[in-house]
């Protein structure tokens, strides 16, 4: 299995910044991609960033221009740089993982257990 750990997420005023950190842990053979997710209240979860291994990063164009992701690949830790935050991005923020582990063929997608971000005044 996959162990992914969040965090970095809390309460800021608008215009203001945070970073989300997630490590991944476990019986990891590969990882397809790292990303982040976010889910607010009564909305669907959407993706906001994603980093494909060997590929480029690719943003939600709601956030393109304020948000980076970037990736450790030695210590499977992916961030979230997150500046001029809008009260619109206040979510559940969820890393995601597609990754093929030894004891199961094929690739899965594994999921954190979600931080929040609050951006309010």
């Known amino acids: 299995q996959v162990q992914l750990v969040e965090s970095g997420g809390g309460l800021v005023q608008p215009g203001g910044s945070l970073r989300l950190s997630c490590a991944a842990s476990?019986?990891?053979?590969?990882?397809?991609?790292m990303g982040w997710y976010r889910q607010a209240p009564g909305q669907e979860r959407e993706l906001v960033a994603r980093i494909i291994s060997g590929g480029s990063p690719s943003y939600a164009d709601s956030v393109k221009g304020r948000f980076t992701i970037s990736r450790d690949n030695a210590k499977n830790i992916v961030y979230l740089q997150m500046n001029t935050l809008k009260p619109e991005d206040t979510a559940v923020y969820y890393c995601n993982t597609v990754a093929q582990i030894i004891s199961k063929p094929g690739i899965s997608s594994y999921w954190g257990q979600g931080t929040q971000v609050t951006v309010s005044s």
């Open positions: 476990g019986s990891i053979l590969s990882i397809k991609s």
